[in-house]
């Protein structure tokens, strides 16, 4: 975010320098006062309005080929009214395919990481356990337990149409 900030602000002086120079190299436009801060601030909104729109093509763009986008999340904000009509991908979840393992002495059980980001926010890594026959997932936490041959005893299984994309992901994509 800080970056952000910093970019922010250097595109604003680059626009006041830019309509200063214009206005001294040709004198007889002669422009009003208020181009200064109109292009300041013009130019700073475009910018930001660009990096909102175009952060999960830049982030997609720059993951690792092991790392599959399985989900995006469109936003909408009222104080960007224009978000209703054009929303934006603010985060996506992603499977991490160079985590995938299969559990030893299961049939069709696999664990990989879901990976979550967001803009501005720390990245997420949750890990999940796959059941490929049975096309559902579980997550890892502290309340599952494992059999002494590493068999899930309590896993809470879900074939939600949500994990739909994540479980098709690990289980059809051969590493």
Known sequence: MFYHLMA????????LLMVYA?????????????IYPMAIGVSMLGYNVWAEYS???????????HI???????HAFPLQPWTY?????NRFAAVDLSSKR??????GLTKASLILAKRFEPTIEVAFLYDCQKRQAAEIDNALRFTEEGLPVNAAWSSDASLTPMIEAVCDTKT
């Open 85 to 89: 009509l054009l929303p934006y991908t």
């Open 68 to 74: 599959k986008v399985v989900r995006t999340y469109s």
């Open 102 to 107: 299969p559990l030893p002495k299961s049939e």
């Open 22 to 34: 214009i206005k001294y190299t040709f004198k007889s436009w002669n422009l009003p006062g208020y």
């Open 55 to 65: 952060w999960y093509s830049r982030t997609a763009a720059a993951l690792p080929a």
């Open 8 to 15: 922010v602000l250097i595109i604003g002086v680059t626009a």
